[in-house]
């Protein structure tokens, strides 16, 4: 009989919502995507479409992700719940099994009346989720297509033209199948770890790549979109500026390597415990870094500026992409009735506090680019108030006039994004977490000028009742003094007031989630 019940409401929703509402949602991520773009005031950077986006809508400053690595981070998103809601700290996780009351974002929107689909990678993280790219969230089968340059073919993994990389690979998924391996992703990575380097320049196309087909598939998908009577919610997920640094040549021509500038302060910050940091082994894996290089024993230079340029390179590679997009949403008179949101998964670490990749709670690593756009949005506005990535779940239901489950952490920015200056939203402080060592938990909250982080330990986690006696360490930052994190202020006499505010705040949230968490 419920199951019954259900099907009628969700019939129900489906009539009256596609007769009453018509905003379609573009939902673009980028992976590893930090603010390094010209719109957030890097002037270095060749970024035009992600500044063409920000002048038609709202973007944030001081976005943050909840936990600084993809699987987390995705996961928070997609199901508008911190990591100690939905269960998922880990790459391995999957959140239909350690929190199946949960439901996901396109789900929910499926079930009152959108047609979803997917295109790319990384909407949710590979190993974080269910079968299909989570099937439950698409109207559509996932489907992956491989890259393809039409002069040189396919890239060896989906990623390398070089050509050493492409002579041995197949010498090396043989000797993967002598070794006993018969699974062919197992064969496959088994040669993947021993040939992969962290960059690339080849000269082929932009579909040589894998973003350069995903942004051909979506221009396609979403001139087949645009005919259907019903709304949709659509989800483009990059991967890069993902590792390894690979992109057609002539994006690595925008940027001479010889004037890219390295990070400032590349140390650890005085009298901080080790656990603050890590070795950036997501890097040490590929072929080209020493895997002896670490927080004591810096990148060479020359190496360091290779890296960034890769990066570079990668950014506005994918910001050709996302140009492609706009200019298929304009072309097919979607402009008017679809809703933009793009997002990065987290920051990333470019060799700031002796660090490569994300995986802590420093500015770099959990700070993200955040643009809104879209009918009844403001154009060209700037917000420097602190939100969190889980907020874009209930922001886009109220947006296109849904409920939201109550499962949802976050809350909506639509007055901060609406047409009307003077409506706000109550937010103060964003939350962001990270693990260490399996029984330590960091939690951070950024403010508009501070950062104050906890560190406690005894497996803490707001499961769980707080308790002063888990704290281990505490952090503290002062962006307008001092931008680049080199001082930890917590202990400094003059801020003694501002720790004690600020931990208030912290334990109150903290709390807060734990009765929630409790009660759900």
Aim: proline fraction near 5%; aromatic fraction near 12%; include cysteine.
């Amino acid at each position: 009989m419920l199951k019954f019940l259900n099907t009628i409401f969700i019939l129900f929703s489906t009539i009256v919502f596609s007769q009453n509402n018509k905003y379609n949602i573009v939902f673009i991520a980028f992976d590893d995507l930090k603010p390094l773009l010209n719109c957030y005031g890097y002037a270095q950077m060749k970024t035009p479409n992600f500044d063409r986006l920000a002048t038609k809508g709202v973007m944030f400053t001081n976005a943050h992700v909840q936990q600084a690595v993809c699987g987390p981070s995705r996961t928070s998103v997609m199901t508008g719940t911190y990591p100690d809601q939905n269960k998922v700290w880990d790459l391995k996780t999957d959140f239909r099994k350690s929190a199946p009351q949960l439901i996901s974002m396109p789900e929910y929107l499926k079930n009152q009346g959108y047609y979803t689909q997917i295109t790319g990678k990384k909407i949710y993280h590979d190993g974080s989720c269910a079968p299909g790219h989570d099937a439950k969230s698409w109207s559509t089968p996932y489907k992956l297509n491989n890259p393809k340059d039409k002069k040189k073919g396919r890239p060896a993994f989906r990623l390398f033209y070089n050509d050493s990389i492409n002579k041995l690979s197949a010498k090396y998924m043989q000797e993967a199948k002598k070794s006993g391996l018969k699974d062919p992703e197992a064969i496959e990575y088994y040669a993947f770890k021993k040939l992969m380097i962290s960059t690339e320049s080849s000269v082929v196309s932009d579909e040589g790549y894998e973003d350069g087909i995903y942004a051909k598939e979506a221009v396609d998908n979403l001139k087949k979109l645009a005919k259907k009577k019903q709304p949709f919610f659509y989800a483009i997920g990059f991967s890069r500026p993902h590792l390894p640094f690979n992109a057609p040549k002539k994006y690595w021509d925008l940027y001479d390597r010889n004037s890219i500038a390295l990070e400032k302060f590349q140390k650890l910050i005085p009298e901080t415990p080790s656990f603050l940091y890590h070795n950036f082994g997501e890097l040490r894996v590929y072929n080209d870094i020493d895997n002896s290089y670490s927080n004591q024993k810096l990148i060479p230079e020359e190496k360091q500026k290779e890296l960034i340029h890769g990066y570079m390179a990668c950014v506005s590679y994918v910001d050709a992409q996302l140009g492609k997009i706009l200019d298929a949403i304009e072309q097919n008179n979607l402009s008017e009735n679809t809703i933009i949101v793009i997002w990065g998964d987290h920051g990333y670490h470019l060799g700031d506090h002796t660090m490569w990749n994300k995986h802590s709670n420093f500015e770099q690593a959990t700070r993200i680019p955040l643009i809104f756009s879209g009918p009844n949005i403001s154009k060209n506005k700037i917000v420097n108030q602190p939100v969190e990535l889980l907020d874009v779940f209930p922001t886009l239901f109220e947006l296109v006039g849904l409920d939201f489950p109550k499962h949802v952490d976050g809350i909506s920015l639509k007055n901060i994004l609406d047409l009307d200056e003077f409506s706000s939203v109550e937010k103060d402080f964003a939350l962001s977490q990270y693990p260490r060592h399996g029984d330590r938990m960091g939690y951070s909250i950024r403010t508009e000028q501070y950062r104050y982080t906890e560190w406690h330990k005894n497996g803490y986690n707001t499961s769980k009742e707080y308790k002063d006696q888990n704290i281990e360490y505490i952090e503290l930052y002062d962006y307008e003094k001092d931008a680049l994190e080199t001082v930890n202020l917590a202990k400094d006499k003059n801020y003694s007031e501002l720790v004690k505010l600020l931990h208030e705040k912290l334990v109150k949230h903290l709390q807060t989630l734990n009765k929630k968490n409790n009660n759900l």
